[in-house]
């Protein structure tokens, strides 16, 4: 098993440019997680997923922020337009829900907005 | 939503020490994983532990679910044991994270 794989491992972008972020879950995980990640507040959870269904997108700081899962096994976050302070790491995690099994987190996108 | 504090905050130890970082929550819980955020930034899972003891090599874990804590134990630690070591804690199906213990391992 490959892990979740996401893309890209880096990205630098000017500011008011769009930016796209990509997970691919882990095969038979139907839960899917996006949090962020920087020094001031920590590991913040985004967006969850459950079924390709979004559940819970309370964490989405602003309208700026959408993630769609078009399949059972690929997820997108988008920004646009991006700001500098959307500088962070953004991991995405899958799961397997109704067992309470463990999450499983991929290498994270380090994005830089400049 | 649910509390998750880690301690200590930062620990420096001398190659070979053993220690012991702790997690409290504040609510029962479905689930307890701990991470090892390496260097390098990638979140590594340590062990899934909504209750009990296990063990992996050098590194073991306790969860006691009816006193909300968990303790991460770090025996003859090593270098490469650097890092930031999260709890987290999944009372529904979303995981929430403590703010982690930053570990330094000096040569």
């Known amino acids: 098993d490959a892990g979740v794989i996401q893309s890209p491992r880096h990205e630098v972008t000017e500011m008011g440019q769009e930016v796209t972020l990509r997970c691919k879950l882990i095969?038979?995980?139907?839960?899917l997680f996006w949090y962020r990640q920087t020094m001031m507040r920590g590991l913040e959870l985004l967006i969850y997923?459950?079924?390709?269904?979004?559940?819970?997108d309370s964490g989405m700081p602003e309208d700026r922020f959408s993630a769609k899962m078009p399949n059972a096994s690929f997820s997108t976050l988008k920004i646009q337009p991006s700001e500098p302070r959307d500088s962070a790491v953004y991991f995405c995690?899958?799961?397997?829900?109704?067992?309470?099994?463990?999450?499983?987190f991929g290498s994270g996108t380090r994005l830089t907005v400049v | 939503g649910i509390q998750v504090e880690q301690s200590p905050p930062d620990l420096i130890l001398q190659e070979g020490a053993n220690s012991t970082l702790r997690c409290n929550f504040s609510d029962s819980v479905n689930n307890l994983q701990w991470f090892h955020q390496n260097p390098w930034g990638q979140l590594i899972n340590l062990f899934y532990i909504p209750s009990g003891t296990k063990q992996n090599g050098r590194l073991s874990a306790t969860t006691v679910a009816t006193e909300r804590y968990s303790l991460l134990y770090i025996s003859s630690s090593q270098t490469t044991d650097s890092g930031v070591y999260f709890c987290a804690v999944n009372a529904g199906n979303m995981l929430t994270f403590g703010g982690g213990t930053r570990l330094m391992v000096k040569p």
């Open positions: 997923f459950n079924n390709n269904v979004p559940i819970d």
């Open positions: 095969s038979g995980h139907n839960s």
């Open positions: 995690a899958s799961s397997f829900a109704g067992t309470g099994g463990g999450y499983t």
